[in-house]
């Protein structure tokens, strides 16, 4: 293994601390790193998936409307086409007498164009004659028949011209936006795009997300408890959180804080992931690898890796230090030509990492527009009062109150290396950086958390 200054032999190790670089770090603010993720961020190929199969992927293409619609006029209830000139002055004591002709079913199309004088039968949906201009509804008329034995209707209220039809064009016209790339497929959009044909949807492929867990007390979670080591709970979560936004998460297991071992694996990942995500060892432990590959990458602004390959894979540092709580050693790199996450290995810290930078670029890679996590404002149900130099994001409950307000209960047991508070929380309290926190009762910026 190589010797390295802070390595795992330590050899080299110097005493004072920061004449390694360890700790000279430079801090950007949570808003500065998500940009440089954000903007790091490429988007991924698309792919056609079948219409049933797209709701939750991400549209990769503008999609518009194929024909008209409705594509006809079409009856809005059941029951007689009119021209609403025959039914003038109509009324339950005065109906218009018209003729009956052929009933039109939903599906059909009449025979005829409606003749003056006459009405059709019609069924919801049903394609409304030619000649027709509106349609009463089947509770304003009567069956009838004429001196001859004909068939008739009776019409015992004036129709208005267009009332109860649908006309052509009225919702969208030939060719005109559905939805643009970059949205996110709803059921509303099945009903939108299977009525337009589209039995195939163009959809950004799902990213796929290389994570490792780095520490070497960790074991994989099926192992029997041992001392000193601890299962690692951190790829389970963060490949259940990259599903959540709609990639592929590849699990890649665990690695112990060995440089060369560190160094394959995230090289292997490279060349088949979109995003590399690894937790733990971005500290500055002396143990940490991570933060020590990491130094190295912002050392070297920018390298280039085999200049024999076809392609010239780019690696630089995009920061490693957030001035934020948890997880302040949270890191980014372009490594190797991939978008390169290293989250801390504490699990509060993790979460918040992920939620915080991953997921946003996640959703940037599959064409949202605005990746970035919702905020919503919740009045404080507990004071959170502890200052911090840093900007922290404290996990909570949300609670709609009885007055109409959302209200904000942080959780306990929030430190960043613990996980009680993980799993019940709903939303992000955002305690900004000061002296003191913020008083119950007090008005707080929430980052939503996905369901
Ligand atoms: P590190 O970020 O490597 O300094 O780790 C910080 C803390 O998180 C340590 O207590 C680790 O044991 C713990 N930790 C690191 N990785 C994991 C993991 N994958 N699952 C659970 N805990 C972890
Ligand atoms: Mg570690």
Redesign the pocket.
Known sequence: MEKEKGSLDGVERVNSPGSDGRFNRRAITPEEAQRRVVAAARTVGSELAPLAESGGRRLAESLRATSDWPPFPRAGLDGYAVRAADTAGAAPDSPALLRAAAAVAAGELAAAALAPGMAARVMTGAAVPEGADAVVMLEQTAEASLAGGAAAVLVRAAALPGQNVAPRGEEFRLGSLLAEPGTLLRPGHAALLGTFGYADVPVYRRPRVAIF???S??MPVEAPAAPGR??????AMVAWMAEQSGAVPWLCG?LPDDRAAVEEALHRAAEEADLIIT?????V?DY?VMACLLRELGAAATRVYGAEADAVRESGLLFNKVAMRPGS?TSAAIYEGKLLLCL????GACFVGFELFARPALLAMQGCASPLPRKITAKLALSVSKGSPHIRFVRSRLRYGDDGIIYADPLAFSKS?MMASIADAEGLVIIPAGPQGLEAGEWAQVMLLPT
């Open positions: 867990a780095t520490g007390e960790l601890i299962r690692d709970s951190n790829s665990t937790t733990g060892g971005v500290s432990g940490d050693p801390s290995g504490n699990p290396s």
